[in-house]
Structures are given as structure tokens and as C-alpha cells.
Nanobody, 121 residues
């Protein structure tokens, strides 16, 4: 059974940083392409980032390129999204999902419950 559990969302000021985490109990993340998408109510869902199988390749939406970094800790079976220089338009619920295909939203078989990121002064 594939389960994804997000954590680490919070309220942060513009220019701040957060590092949400996606834990994957019960399966080995090294065999999966895992990514993040986000959804702010009233807006379309966006593919944010994707880490290919074994983390060999990474993909980022243009809106986050240079500010966000996706990484894996295979020992902890966890995927992270380091978010720097946060902007109010980054406000959304962030979900991790698998499999991912570049920065395209959709095609996921599994996703978590999401973690809220709010960027506001």
C-alpha cells in the first residue's frame, strides 16, 4: 500500500524559507519518480517539481526555478522541497505525488493529504 504523508507547511513572511517533507512509509522511494504539486482554491493546480527515479533528474516549474530545490533522503524514505525567497503567490496547499512527469500536473496514482504553505506579512 503506497502512502504519502506531507508535513512542514507553515505561515511565513515574504522572502522567507520553508522545507516541507513527504514521508513514504511502506515503500521504497528510490524506485519511484516523486514530485510536488500545489493548489490554491480558485486557481488551477500546478505541477511544481519532480524528482525522477533514484533522483537522477529533477524538474522545476518556471515560477519556482532558482528558488525551490527537491531532494531525497533514501535512508529516511523522505522527499523534501526546500523553498527559498517565498512570495505571496506561492501560497497554496502543497501535495507530494507519484509518479510525476516533469512539471506536468496530473497522471498521479497516489498523493498525500497536503500541507498548507501561506506566505504573508
Amino acid at each position: 500500500h503506497v502512502q504519502l504523508v506531507e508535513s512542514g507547511g507553515d505561515l511565513v513572511q515574504p522572502g522567507g524559507s520553508l522545507r516541507p517533507a513527504c514521508a513514504a512509509p511502506g515503500f521504497t522511494i528510490d524506485y519511484y519518480a516523486i514530485g510536488w504539486f500545489r493548489h490554491d482554491p480558485g486557481k488551477v493546480r500546478d505541477g511544481v517539481s519532480c524528482s525522477g527515479i533514484s533522483g537522477a533528474t529533477t524538474y522545476y516549474a518556471d515560477s519556482v526555478k532558482g528558488r525551490f530545490t527537491i531532494s531525497r533522503d533514501n535512508a529516511k524514505n523522505t522527499v523534501y522541497l526546500q523553498m527559498n525567497s517565498l512570495k505571496p503567490e506561492d501560497t497554496a496547499v502543497y501535495y507530494c505525488a507519484t509518479p510525476c512527469f516533469g512539471t506536468t500536473y496530473g497522471g498521479y496514482d497516489y498523493w498525500g493529504q497536503g500541507t498548507q504553505v501561506t506566505v504573508s506579512s
